[in-house]
């Protein structure tokens, strides 16, 4: 299994950035993906998850602004950031699981497999 991710970077508070998650390895349409942020010492911390049927779930500290959303034919993963915050910079993971947990919102429960993530940088 195979995630890795693109489309991080640098950009102005109030910008966007669309980050994608290529995934390989797993079954498209049976995936429960999301997408997960960390800075160096702090928790990693969910931003957003898909369940294999669609079904979206996002931090509260980033509804309204980011957009999670999948292909299953192509088997990629993104996640469109808008309005950015300079407490958006974090560097990004894509993270999938085939096994869901439906007492979880959408079913998306804990993840088994991690990319190696993607450097996003807000300035003020």
């Known amino acids: 299994v195979q995630l890795v991710e693109s489309g991080g970077g640098s950009v102005q508070a109030g910008g966007s950035l669309r980050l994608s998650c290529a995934a390989s390895?797993?079954?498209?349409?049976?995936?429960?993906m999301g997408w997960f942020r960390q800075v160096p010492g702090k928790e990693r911390e969910r931003v957003a998850a898909?369940?294999?049927?669609?079904?979206?779930t996002y931090a509260e500290f980033v509804k309204g602004r980011f957009t999670i959303s999948k292909d299953n034919a192509e088997n990629t993963l993104y996640l469109q950031m808008n309005s950015l915050k300079p407490e958006d910079t974090a560097t990004y993971y894509c993270?999938?699981?085939?096994?869901?947990?439906?007492?979880?919102?959408?079913?998306?429960?804990?993840?088994?497999?991690w990319g190696k993530g993607t450097l996003v940088t807000i300035s003020s």
């Open positions: 993270a999938a699981s085939i096994w869901g947990n439906a007492n979880l919102p959408c079913g998306v429960g804990d993840m088994d497999y």
């Open positions: 898909i369940s294999k049927n669609g079904c979206t």
């Open positions: 390895g797993l079954p498209g349409s049976r995936k429960y």
